[in-house]
């Protein structure tokens, strides 16, 4: 009896060999895409086209992609995001598209806050000034205390939770704006995205990446932050306009940019991100963590074997 097939889309940074064991246990053959997904179905390895599961990386998947797997089922991903499939296209087909929830809460929320709390501490610009042998008096900037501080969440999911659930003790107030969330947690105030923009020293984006969020801190909306706010990415780097922050951090009217996600990735050699002396930028790296792996390694197959096992 045949066994069915599930595909691997992508061979990234996870290690595959876990989730490739657990699933040959329990029955299931594994195909692995080592040059990413195909543009016909005749570039496709040997039964990968009767594919009944497929776990997928961050490789956009719609209708030309559902056209190589006619038998798909399920469609899991590698992120807590699906934002990378076109669900809609997958729910008329009835392939079911199931993320990652939770699996790597903590470890994004925690570094969602030491992105924060480096950048107000003036971590980078202390670093500095050792690494050019200077010392305190050689500082050009004072930090600010944090707790007179307002920070502010865009999104108030599961990691935006837990970062105000280890943020509370350390700033004045916390505001969350998000329009599926009407109860408030850890002393949080529930605003309006106009609101929070307004109101807040820090403002941390926590959204997934879809037609209205895309390009959401635009020129404008930088525009309508407080004069030196912070701005801090751990979500989608499509959230934010990187040009607009640019010049917001050239102008002074950003005090800094702190990212784990660009909207390029990796970015440009040259990309002025990186080396920006107002920018915090880490290599995507929030998830991550001794533990976290496993999780997403055996995630997405304990998810096909749940489901269709």
């Avoid at 776990?55 to 998947?61: N, Q, Y």
């Amino acid at each position: 009896m045949t066994r069915p097939v599930v595909v691997i889309t992508e061979v990234g940074d996870l290690d595959p060999r876990p989730g490739i064991e657990l699933l040959e246990h329990n029955g299931f053959e594994v195909v692995v895409l080592e040059n990413g997904l195909p543009s016909g179905a005749d570039e496709l390895p040997p039964g990968a086209a009767g594919a009944v599961a497929a776990i997928l990386g961050f490789a956009p998947f719609g209708p030309a992609e559902l056209d190589l797997f006619p038998s798909i089922r399920l469609l899991t991903t590698t992120s807590t995001g699906v934002d990378m499939v076109d669900v809609a296209a997958a729910e008329v087909r009835g392939v079911a598209v199931v993320g990652l929830g939770g699996v790597a809460t903590q470890e994004v929320a925690a570094h969602a806050l030491t992105l924060i709390l480096g950048a107000l501490r003036e971590i980078p610009a202390g670093r500095s000034v050792v690494a050019d042998g200077g010392w305190t008096v050689d500082l050009a900037v004072t930090p600010r205390p944090i707790g007179e501080l307002v920070l502010g969440l865009v999104g108030f999911g599961r990691i935006a939770r837990e970062t105000a659930r280890i943020a509370r003790p350390l700033f004045a107030r916390i505001l969350a704006t998000d329009p599926f969330v009407t109860e408030p947690e850890h002393g949080v105030e529930l605003v309006t995205l106009d609101e929070l923009v307004a109101q807040s020293d820090v403002v941390s984006l926590h959204l997934p990446a879809d037609e209205e969020s895309r390009g959401l801190f635009s020129d404008a909306r930088i525009g309508a932050m407080r004069a030196g706010a912070l701005l801090v990415n751990v979500s989608r780097g499509e959230l934010v306009d990187s040009n607009a922050v640019l010049a917001a951090l050239d102008s002074g009217r950003l005090s800094g940019y702190a990212a784990d996600v660009l909207s390029a990735e990796p970015p440009a050699v040259d990309d002025p991100l990186r080396r920006h002396p107002r920018a915090i930028v880490t290599p995507h790296m929030a998830f991550l963590s001794t533990a976290s792996l496993v999780r997403y390694e055996l995630g997405p197959a304990r998810t096909i074997v749940e489901r269709l096992g």
